[in-house]
């Protein structure tokens, strides 16, 4: 199937958002616009989105962005990446995932790291399959930031 790759925009919103339901993020519409106009002005955020030419229906889109950190070298970080049911096994996250890559290394970046939730297990074999080494597995934390959560200084 050929597939045209290129940068999200922000009428992509609504498509982005349904597809991310996919995964189980459920976004409202205003808010996934919101958070797309915020990636679109980034330049080290990237938003892909991938379509068979002259469909209107996204195949499936990623996020990627570049991380300068004090612990190592200038990486990317692949944040998210979807694709439609109907389109998979097709080579459409193949595609978006070298697009990535192309644009990372055009910024500096040594490395891509892509962290995959245990309960997705069809992403266990496709990464490894595209030469990613699993390198450790993590325990996640998270705390709902409010003006009375924060450690006293």
């Not at 004090?70 to 990446?81: N, Y």
């Not at 705390?143 to 006293?152: E, V």
Request: proline residues 4%; hydrophobic residues 45%.
């Amino acid at each position: 199937m050929p597939l045209s790759i290129r940068q999200a925009t922000i009428d992509d919103a609504e498509q982005i958002g349904a597809l991310a339901r996919v995964l189980g993020y459920v976004v409202n519409a205003s808010e996934m616009r919101a958070r797309l106009a915020q990636l679109l002005e980034r330049t080290d955020d990237l938003v892909l989105v991938g379509a068979e030419p002259g469909s209107g229906e996204l195949a499936g889109w990623l996020h990627g962005a570049i991380r300068t950190l004090l612990i190592s070298p200038v990486t990317c970080e692949l944040e998210a990446l979807v694709v439609r049911g109907s389109q998979r096994r097709r080579g459409v996250g193949r595609e978006l995932v070298a697009s990535l890559e192309s644009w990372a290394l055009a910024r500096g970046a040594a490395t891509l790291t892509v962290r995959s939730n245990i309960v997705r297990t069809e992403s266990h074999a496709f990464y490894p399959g595209l030469g990613y080494a699993l390198i450790k597995t993590q325990h996640v934390y998270r705390k709902a930031l409010t003006p009375t959560s924060a450690l006293p200084a």
